[in-house]
């Protein structure tokens, strides 16, 4: 059963979403092509909060042993350089095939109002960084909701009321910027709790953000700091072949190497909920900035890292076997 195309929103527009920055909206696809904005329909914030808590409620109650086949409530954060109409696309081929055809729960796009150029990097930075109260205030907001579940659930002996759902994102590019400033903001109002999880699963791609953000020498008020707190656990996934990320760090003159293309800055300095794997070996080759999402063996990577796999057991899938014309398999 295919799940709910559902969006959250602060580019500004009526007709169609531009790059102006607005208030939070949101809005459930019914209808037509997903690309037109005028065949989702607005929610209002009750409404869609409700909406989420009526399709977890639909999860299966999973045992303590099989964590990892827990379904997940997840929100995806698109990268620079991309119109709603490019975000969109995205975030429903990544609904489609990894949460439908790999059962893994309900996604949510995060469309922030990234200028949809490659001119527009700098401005889009500092809309990635105006982008942060309020997508805090939807992760904390989401975080209470299934909190709240998840007490029913501890204080009643019906199974049925169990808390059925994890909350994750999938964070791309610069959207991993839009992720640490939000969630450096969610810790602080939370008033950065040490072990209080926020979010099960952070999985940064192409992470456009330094990458020494999390060493352990950082201030203890620093970004990098305050989402280890907030992040039961957080994977990077990159590749030094990602081209975009090299003129990130090269031409933008930030002076830090990119997480996404180059890996932690010291793996043995970091806390030890944060990891790296390299996927180099899974991706195809064009379009490397976004060829996790387009590998199907990347994606599977991606999916052991969602449910949870430990990182000592993470497996890069094997090329498929070609077979060779007139030879048996």
Same mark, same amino acid.
């Given at each position: 059963?295919?799940?709910?195309?559902?969006?959250?929103?602060?580019?500004?527009?009526?007709?169609?979403?531009?790059?102006?920055?607005?208030?939070m909206?949101?809005?459930e696809?019914?209808?037509?092509?997903?690309?037109?904005?005028?065949?989702?329909?607005?929610?209002?914030?009750?409404?869609?909060?409700?909406?989420?808590v009526?399709?977890?409620?639909?999860?299966?109650?999973?045992?303590?042993?099989?964590?990892?086949?827990?379904?997940?409530?997840?929100?995806?954060?698109?990268g620079?350089?991309?119109?709603?109409?490019?975000s969109?696309?995205?975030?429903d081929?990544?609904?489609?095939?990894?949460?439908?055809?790999?059962d893994?729960?309900?996604?949510?796009?995060?469309?922030?109002?990234?200028?949809?150029?490659?001119?527009?990097?700098?401005?889009?930075?500092?809309?990635?960084?105006?982008?942060?109260?309020?997508?805090?205030?939807?992760?904390?907001?989401?975080?209470?909701?299934?909190?709240?579940?998840?007490?029913?659930?501890?204080?009643?002996?019906?199974?049925?009321r169990?808390?059925?759902?994890?909350?994750s994102?999938?964070?791309? &590019?610069? /959207? +991993?910027?839009? @992720?640490?400033?939000?969630?450096?903001v969610? *810790?602080?109002?939370?008033?950065?709790? %040490?072990? =209080?999880?926020?979010?099960t699963?952070?999985a940064?791609?192409?992470?456009?953000?330094?990458?020494?953000?999390?060493?352990?020498?950082?201030?203890?008020d &620093?970004? /990098? +700091?305050?989402? @280890?707190?907030?992040?039961y656990?957080?994977? *990077?996934?990159?590749?030094?072949?990602? %081209?975009? =990320?090299?003129?990130?760090?090269?031409?933008?003159?930030?002076?830090?190497?990119?997480l996404?293309?180059?890996?932690?800055?010291?793996?043995?300095n970091?806390?030890?909920?944060?990891?790296?794997?390299?996927?180099?070996?899974?991706?195809?080759?064009?379009?490397?900035?976004?060829?996790?999402?387009d590998?199907?063996?990347?994606?599977?990577?991606l999916?052991?890292?969602?449910?949870?796999?430990d990182?000592?057991?993470?497996?890069?899938?094997?090329?498929p076997t070609?077979?060779?014309?007139?030879?048996?398999?």
């Amino acid at each position: 059963m295919a799940s709910a195309r559902l969006m959250m929103t602060n580019r500004a527009g009526k007709d169609e979403l531009g790059d102006r920055l607005a208030g939070m909206r949101y809005y459930e696809h019914d209808k037509g092509p997903i690309t037109k904005f005028s065949n989702w329909t607005e929610l209002t914030r009750k409404q869609f909060v409700d909406r989420l808590v009526e399709i977890a409620g639909t999860f299966p109650v999973v045992p303590e042993e099989k964590n990892q086949d827990q379904k997940h409530v997840s929100v995806f954060v698109h990268g620079f350089n991309n119109t709603w109409e490019g975000s969109v696309k995205r975030y429903d081929q990544i609904r489609s095939d990894l949460y439908d055809a790999r059962d893994l729960g309900q996604l949510i796009l995060f469309a922030w109002p990234s200028n949809g150029s490659a001119a527009g990097y700098l401005p889009d930075r500092e809309d990635a960084r105006a982008c942060a109260e309020a997508l805090a205030l939807e992760f904390k907001d989401l975080h209470d909701r299934l909190l709240a579940m998840q007490e029913l659930a501890a204080k009643s002996p019906d199974p049925a009321r169990a808390c059925r759902a994890k909350l994750s994102i999938i964070a791309h &590019s610069m /959207g +991993n910027y839009v @992720a640490q400033k939000a969630l450096a903001v969610a *810790a602080r109002k939370l008033n950065s709790p %040490q072990l =209080l999880t926020l979010i099960t699963q952070l999985a940064m791609v192409a992470a456009d953000v330094d990458n020494d953000i999390f060493q352990r020498d950082k201030p203890q008020d &620093s970004d /990098g +700091n305050l989402m @280890a707190n907030v992040c039961y656990r957080i994977g *990077a996934l990159f590749t030094g072949l990602d %081209q975009v =990320l090299g003129a990130s760090a090269g031409l933008k003159h930030f002076g830090t190497r990119r997480l996404g293309r180059s890996g932690l800055a010291d793996r043995n300095n970091v806390w030890d909920n944060v990891f790296d794997v390299d996927v180099s070996s899974v991706i195809k080759k064009t379009d490397v900035h976004s060829a996790v999402f387009d590998s199907p063996r990347a994606l599977a990577l991606l999916e052991q890292v969602l449910r949870g796999v430990d990182r000592q057991h993470l497996v890069l899938p094997a090329e498929p076997t070609v077979t060779q014309p007139g030879k048996a398999a």
